[in-house]
């Protein structure tokens, strides 16, 4: 069982910046995909962004040129930095780790999840 810690999340005003973390309790050299995702209050949770473990990373449209995911091996650690952030980024944001397809759903699942960490922007 892996255990994902995420940190870092908190109140900040529009415009500004905060940096994520999510710390496993295993080693991640070998985990294949990481990511980011967020659920807003009584919406879905959606994803932010994934990174491989050759360091390929995907964002979704919305955070494209404001958040950078990164992942350190060496500290089992990945990151999320947000900056030029806005009230609509305002959720609860999780880190998830290996990813693999659930032929029953016909989808691509993540096996692993933190219990989130809040971030909420002012206006």
């Known amino acids: 069982q892996v255990q994902l810690v995420e940190s870092g999340g908190g109140f900040v005003q529009a415009g500004g910046s905060l940096r994520l973390s999510c710390a496993a309790s295993?080693?991640?050299?070998?985990?294949?995909?990481m990511a980011w995702y967020r659920q807003a209050p009584g919406k879905r949770r959606d994803l932010v962004a994934t990174i491989t473990d050759g360091g390929v990373t995907t964002y979704a449209d919305s955070v494209k040129g404001r958040f950078t995911i990164s992942r350190d091996n060496d500290k089992n650690t990945i990151y999320l930095q947000m900056s030029r952030l806005n009230p609509t980024d305002t959720a609860v944001y999780y880190c998830?780790?290996?990813?693999?397809?659930?032929?029953?759903?016909?989808?691509?699942?993540?096996?692993?999840w933190g219990q989130g960490t809040r971030v909420t922007v002012s206006s």
């Open positions: 295993i080693s991640i050299k070998n985990i294949n995909v």
């Open positions: 998830a780790a290996n990813r693999r397809f659930r032929a029953a759903v016909g989808r691509y699942e993540y096996d692993f």
